[in-house]
């Protein structure tokens, strides 16, 4: 996966801004890192894989991007708040969280165990808390910036083999929301991105494998980038999203919207 979409923002856009990216060594999280560091970002990732860490670390630093990675599961919240203490120490300030970080496998809800269902909640859902609360103590309440968390487009939908998923998902966009109305007085946005089809992803792959006939692509016919929703954070992060909080944007080529799916091409 690598950022094929050409950006329509300033290259200084996030200048002098730190961007902490949870899960951003592999997938849709490093190409948010990678975005992000092209407009100016510092970046700081944390996940629980230390190779591949450093090996976006140094895929970043030759890019000329600023990276720095901690090694935790943003299950922990004493793990969390290390992270937290080792990125102020490297670079001193946290403007932006993404919190990226998901576990998925598809299984029909008969073959998801216990453990393997809250696990998944425990990734998604509490991950996001516990990440979102640590850096609003320690640099958001005093100083603003903006949080993106990525979801899931499943609003209101049934999910087949993604029970487990689809309601960590319900309440991370549901967490958003609240997150943007209770610290919107600190200055702090709080939005969320929900990547339809995501092509080389983890999570496509695994679902591809599940099922037998994934299903059409998108009605615009395409499917999506890390860099389609890599930029969809950028614009949350910036200026002109300055009115915007407690939204979760769909970025799916339509897929969502589409009720009958009837893969009509032009009519
Ligand atoms: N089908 C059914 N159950 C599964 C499973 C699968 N494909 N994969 C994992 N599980 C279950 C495990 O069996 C275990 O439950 P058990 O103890 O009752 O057996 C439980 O999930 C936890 O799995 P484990 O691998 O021990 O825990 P973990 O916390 O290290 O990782 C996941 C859990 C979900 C994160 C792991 O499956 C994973 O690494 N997934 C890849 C990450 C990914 O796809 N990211 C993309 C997000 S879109």
């Known amino acids: 996966m690598s950022d094929t979409t050409p950006s329509s923002f300033r290259p200084d856009l996030l200048a002098g801004q730190v961007a902490f990216v949870t899960g951003g060594a592999t997938g849709i999280g490093k190409e948010i890192c990678r975005v992000l560091g092209r407009h100016g970002a510092r970046i700081a990732m944390l996940s629980r894989k230390e190779d591949r860490l450093k090996a976006a670390v140094e895929e970043l630093h030759g890019e000329g991007i600023a990276a720095h990675h901690e090694v935790g599961d943003v299950r922990e919240p004493d793990a969390v708040a ?15 969280l993404v919190n990226n970080a998901a576990g998925n496998f598809p ?5 998801i165990s216990p453990n393997g269902f809250r696990s998944v909640v425990a990734i998604d859902l509490l991950g996001t808390y516990n990440v979102s609360r640590a850096v609003f103590y320690a640099w958001l309440r005093d100083h603003g910036g903006n949080i993106v968390n990525i979801s899931a487009p499943f609003e209101l939908k049934g999910v087949a083999l993604q029970a487990h998923v689809a309601a960590a998902k319900a309440g991370v966009d549901s967490l958003t929301r609240t997150c943007a109305v209770e610290w919107g007085p600190y200055g702090i946005r709080v939005n969320a991105v929900a990547p ?30 890390g860099s389609d929703i890599a930029h969809a954070v950028l614009f949350f992060c910036s200026p002109a999203a300055r009115f915007i909080s407690g939204q979760v944007i769909a970025v799916d080529g339509a897929a969502t919207v589409d009720q009958l799916k009837l893969g009509l091409g032009r009519v």
């Open 82 to 96: 290390a992270a937290v203490r080792g990125i102020l120490a490297r670079f001193g300030r946290i403007d932006i």
């Open 107 to 111: 299984a029909p809800m008969t073959q």
């Open 196 to 225: 339809g089809s995501i092509e080389g992803t983890e999570g496509v792959q695994r679902f591809s494998d599940a099922v037998a006939n994934p299903g059409p692509g998108s009605p615009l016919g395409i499917t999506g980038h």
